[in-house]
């Protein structure tokens, strides 16, 4: 399966370390922290998506977005931070007033070829969109493509394509859990 296939580890993390305190040492912990100061109950779910896969001392903060935005959610991967000083630090926000089902682009590795107006040939890349009907499974969708950043990071990977290859990696992940099809 490709890019899902490559980031499992040997045997599922056990998790358990929710409602515990901080970690001192967050590179120490074997265990992702999940602070969520929305209503909506994410944490079974990210857990699920994470089973196998290693995010050992991954922190995650989910907020609401600041009043005013237009976002419908966002996600930001942190290879250093405040408070973090080996990073791992994904935080997402997601928009009250969303009204759902919501729709997302996710980029794909298909491209085509058109003409423009002037004869030149240019290259345009597909893109695939999918309707999360609840904002957990929004917030789940980008916290993947965030996760798969932080894969990049603690493999050493800097390349091209990151941002096609995180989507690739959510869609992958989200079709697993038939959470689209």
Not at 112 to 128: F, P
Not at 158 to 166: E, L, S
């Given at each position: 399966?490709?890019?899902?296939?490559?980031?499992?580890?040997?045997?599922?993390?056990?998790?358990?370390?929710?409602?515990?305190?901080?970690?001192?040492?967050?590179?120490?912990?074997?265990?992702?922290?999940?602070?969520?100061?929305?209503?909506?109950?994410?944490?079974?779910?990210?857990?699920?998506?994470m089973d196998g896969f290693d995010h050992s001392g991954l922190f995650i903060e989910i907020k609401?977005?600041?009043?005013?935005?237009?976002?419908?959610?966002?996600?930001?991967?942190y290879r250093r931070a405040p408070g973090y000083p080996e990073g791992r630090l994904i935080r997402l926000r997601i928009n009250k007033r969303n009204k759902y089902p919501v729709r997302v682009a996710f980029k794909t590795s298909d491209y085509?070829?058109?003409?423009?107006?002037?004869?030149?040939?240019?290259?345009?890349?597909?893109?695939?969109?999918?309707?999360?009907?609840?904002?957990?499974?929004l917030m789940l969708a980008i916290f993947l493509h965030e996760f798969s950043h932080y894969i990049d990071h603690m493999e050493g990977r800097?390349?091209?394509?990151?941002?096609?290859?995180?989507d690739k990696f959510a869609v992958e992940i989200l079709r697993a859990m038939k959470i689209i099809r």
């Open positions: 399966m490709g890019i899902f296939n490559s980031y499992k580890v040997g045997a599922p993390n056990v998790l358990g370390c929710f409602g515990e305190p901080f970690p001192r040492n967050p590179g120490k912990c074997n265990t992702m922290r999940i602070t969520n100061k929305t209503e909506y109950p994410v944490d079974s779910l990210f857990n699920a998506a609401y977005c600041p009043a005013g935005s237009r976002r419908y959610i966002s996600g930001t991967y085509y070829t058109r003409t423009d107006s002037k004869g030149r040939e240019v290259i345009y890349q597909k893109i695939r969109y999918e309707k999360f009907r609840k904002p957990e499974e800097n390349g091209r394509f990151k941002q096609t290859k995180a």
